[in-house]
T-cell receptor, first 111, second 114 residues
């Protein structure tokens, strides 16, 4: 079945450091891919999405490119802030639009 | 105006009890979902409804019964609660059940079974 694997955390960075969170997927066909963010005590917010190969999703300085050849959708940000501290989930859209999530990566940014 | 709302936000109850969680969306969406997030933050779909019809029913104990009285509401009733049911339950909605339709999540209901 469909699955998503993302790098384990926690990832701890200093403010203004470069961020990469790796995400790879296994699926039949070419699903839409998403990054969601969960701030402490809150629900999930859609961060960005890509619907086909080579699409780049971007939002709030975060970017991810849909790579069909490597079945990857890595999340990047050039300069993180303390306010980016959260849990980040990579997900794909499967049958009936159900989201299949990775395990989540905790990001901690220190000032 | 909250797009997807859930009540209650916190629910503490004893084993064996029956409880319900309610979800409402005011986005005019056709499709609604229930997800469960366990203590390790892992998220998994439980159910989804499209236009009040059940379309996804993952491997969930039949103690869990969803009900959709109309397109804007999706409730989750849980019978005979067990310790392992302790989790955060998220409701979500999307415009359609089509692949890639963006899902909007509620704030979650933290259920603690003692």
């Amino acid at each position: 079945g469909d699955s998503v694997t993302q790098m384990e955390g926690p990832v701890t960075l200093s403010e203004e450091a470069f961020l990469t969170i790796n995400c790879t997927y296994t699926a039949t066909g070419y699903p839409s891919l998403f990054w969601y963010v969960q701030y402490p005590g809150e629900g999930l917010q859609l961060l960005l999405k890509a619907t086909k190969a080579d699409d780049k999703g971007s939002n709030k300085g975060f970017e991810a490119t849909y790579r069909k050849e490597t079945t990857s959708f890595h999340l990047e940000k050039g300069s993180v802030q303390v306010s980016d501290s959260a849990v980040y989930f990579c997900a794909l859209s499967g049958y009936g639009n159900k989201l299949v999530f990775g395990a989540g990566t905790i990001l901690r940014v220190k000032s | 105006d909250t797009a997807v709302s859930q009540t209650p936000k916190y629910l503490v109850t004893q084993m064996g009890n029956d409880k319900s969680i309610k979800c409402e969306q005011n986005l005019g969406h056709d499709t609604m979902y229930w997800y469960k997030q366990d203590s390790k933050k892992f998220l998994k779909i439980m159910f989804s409804y499209n236009n009040k019809e059940l379309i996804i029913n993952e491997t969930v104990p039949n103690r869990f019964s969803p009900k959709s009285p109309d397109k804007a509401h999706l409730n989750l009733h849980i019978n005979s609660l067990e310790l392992g049911d302790s989790a955060v339950y998220f409701c979500a909605s999307s415009q359609t059940a089509g692949e890639g339709s963006e899902q909007y999540f509620g704030p979650g209901t933290r259920l603690t079974v003692t």
